[in-house]
């Protein structure tokens, strides 16, 4: 007995520690349900212990993280270059059709052109015929 406390040892190092110096208690294991006395030393090192695993544990959960952004990030890329693709198909389509549309209406147009002089001729022959029967 030191000063009138009773000597106690780390159940972790079994290191002499007095109730004064210590009244750290930890579980020693995790299916240990009971908690045991240890000393400064020893509680910090499991304090380290479980910071690291946290840590460990948190980086772990970051790189899962990342890895499945990564995958979106692929995903959506591939999404993208689809619909780029689909875009000009559809803008070649587009502008196919509107040059077939404007070759049609050339054709329209000339076709109205030559059906005009073939009035203008028949016009032309009506009146020979009708000065012809007049005189």
């Known amino acids: 007995m030191i000063g009138g406390n009773p000597i106690r040892h780390c159940k972790r190092c079994a ?23 240890v000393c400064d030393e020893c509680d910090t090192k499991m304090d380290n212990y479980t ?24 995903e959506l890329d591939n999404q993208k270059q689809e619909q780029q693709a689909k875009f000009e198909q559809d ?20 076709q109205v052109k030559e059906m005009t002089y073939r009035i203008s001729d028949l016009n032309a022959a009506r ?4 000065d012809k029967m007049t005189e």
Do not use: G, W
Not at 91 to 110: C, G, S
Not at 127 to 130: E, G, N, P
């Open 127 to 130: 009146q020979t015929l009708h």
């Open 51 to 74: 910071i690291q695993q946290n840590h460990e544990e948190v980086i772990q959960a970051q790189q899962e993280k990342i890895e499945a952004m990564n995958v979106n990030i692929v």
């Open 15 to 37: 290191k002499a520690i007095c109730k004064v110096c210590s009244e750290n208690s930890r579980q020693l294991s995790v299916t240990d349900k009971e908690y045991h006395r």
């Open 91 to 110: 803008q070649q389509k587009l502008e196919d059709e509107l040059n077939d549309k404007t070759v049609k209406k050339q054709d329209l147009e000339n």
